[in-house]
């Protein structure tokens, strides 16, 4: 504002004369230049609010999330003392039944006294031929269940 009012009455002054000034001319340098300064600080102030407002959002975003975390933090500490205070029950006492015992069987569904008999005679009969053996214990089962339903 000085500098305007600076130049105004420098121009008053020097009158309208078609000579220039070196005085005014000085004058109307450093008023450019005032005038640049201002529209950058202007334009620092925008960045600078921009900012200001980016860091506002964040600062709410972080403050909304650090609630949802303690709203599942305290859930999953209830969740926890539900679980303990169920697992630190007693047992109940396990209830014994008598049963028969059935003869042992093996995936194959054959006892497994029959099923090594037929693994030995496989073994014995083709000792270094182990495709031949499982044909001949598959054979021996499927004979096995057709007399044995």
Not at 25 to 46: G, H, P
Not at 48 to 64: G, N, P, S
Not at 93 to 120: C, E, F, H, M, W
Request: proline fraction near 5%; aromatic fraction near 6%.
């Amino acid at each position: 504002m000085k500098t305007l009012s600076t130049l105004i009455v420098a121009g008053l002054l020097s009158g309208c004369s078609k000579q220039s000034d070196p005085r005014l001319a000085d004058l109307e340098k450093r008023l450019a230049k005032a005038e640049y300064n201002l529209r950058l600080c202007e334009t620092n102030d925008f960045a600078l609010q921009a900012q200001v407002d980016i860091t506002t959002r964040y600062m709410q975003d972080t403050a909304a999330l650090m609630q949802k975390t303690m709203t599942l933090a305290t859930n999953l500490q209830t969740g926890m003392a539900q679980l303990l205070a169920l697992t630190n029950s007693p047992v109940p006492a396990v209830q014994r039944t008598a049963r028969a015992l059935s003869p042992a069987k093996t995936s194959n569904g054959i006892p497994a006294d029959v099923y090594k008999t037929i693994r030995a005679e496989a073994e014995r009969r083709y000792p270094k031929d182990w495709d031949m053996q499982e044909f001949v214990v598959g054979q021996q089962i499927e004979a096995y269940r057709k007399l044995h339903p």
